[in-house]
């Protein structure tokens, strides 16, 4: 997180302003400037909760300016500190309920992975997490949902393959806030973690569709890149791995 976006945020005004990159080491949280106030995507794991709010912080988001904490996902390294955030900042949570099981129960959707270090980690990736439910009952989020009313123009993408209920925010400067879906950790691809192939491979080839209206794609993991890249990500061919 760079110092000076909380400057930026202040001398600009929101409305102009893209997503900003929380980076919490090896996972990604982005804060989206509002009309007013801020919508958070994503919420760490849940050693990141002071460092999440040290960048909310400096992005120049108080108590009483976050208005929405989205999850693109339920997993343990995105929804970590989604409860702790939700009652700090007295903002709701919103998910696909395609990830209520995990969200509130721990129940992690079962998955393969790809690639030697991932199949050395999928038990780890299988093990069941900590409910990341906030003790109050989470607005879902669907195909199509607007977060309008949350002063931000958005667009909610069902696009499961990583897990049932992924979902990315295509705001309305062109920026694809992903989640898993995609990845940049050597180059852009996909998530290493697969809970239905077949999904996932038709959840890519719908963003190859959207390729030409997105200009950035922010990933969950690893650093920003250029929408056009999408084109270039491989499918998994359909079969389970
Ligand atoms: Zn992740």
């Known amino acids: 997180m760079d110092e000076r976006l909380g400057e930026d945020a202040r001398a600009a005004g929101n409305e102009a302003r893209g997503p900003i990159r929380i980076d919490l080491g090896f996972v990604n949280a982005y804060l989206l400037p509002a009309a007013e106030g801020f919508v958070l995507?994503?919420?760490?794991?849940?050693a990141h909760c002071a460092k999440l709010e040290a960048a909310l912080g400096r992005a120049g988001c108080g108590k009483g300016d976050l208005r929405l904490i989205v999850l693109s996902h339920a997993d343990p390294d995105h929804g970590g500190c989604a409860a702790a955030?939700?009652?700090?900042?007295?903002?709701?949570?919103?998910?696909?309920?395609?990830?209520?099981?995990?969200?509130?129960?721990?129940e992690t959707p079962r998955r393969s992975g790809r690639g030697l270090a991932a199949k050395l980690f999928v038990a780890f990736a299988n093990r069941p997490g900590k409910p990341a439910a906030a003790g109050r009952s989470a607005l879902e989020l669907g195909e199509g949902s607007s977060l309008a009313e949350y002063g931000l123009e958005a667009r909610v993408l069902h696009l499961p393959g990583h897990t049932p209920g992924s979902i990315a925010l295509l705001l309305g400067d062109g920026s694809l806030v992903a989640g898993d879906i995609l990845a940049n950790m050597r180059r852009p691809g996909l998530s290493p973690f697969v809970w239905d192939a077949r999904r996932y491979d038709e959840s890519l080839a719908r963003l190859q569709g959207l390729a030409g209206s997105i200009a950035t794609v922010y990933p969950g993991h690893g650093s920003p890149f250029p929408g056009e890249a999408i084109l270039g990500i491989e499918p998994l061919g359909g079969s389970r791995p």
């Open 41 to 46: 995507v994503d919420a760490g794991t849940a």
């Open 85 to 106: 955030l939700a009652a700090a900042y007295g903002a709701p949570i919103a998910l696909h309920p395609g990830e209520l099981p995990q969200f509130e129960r721990g």
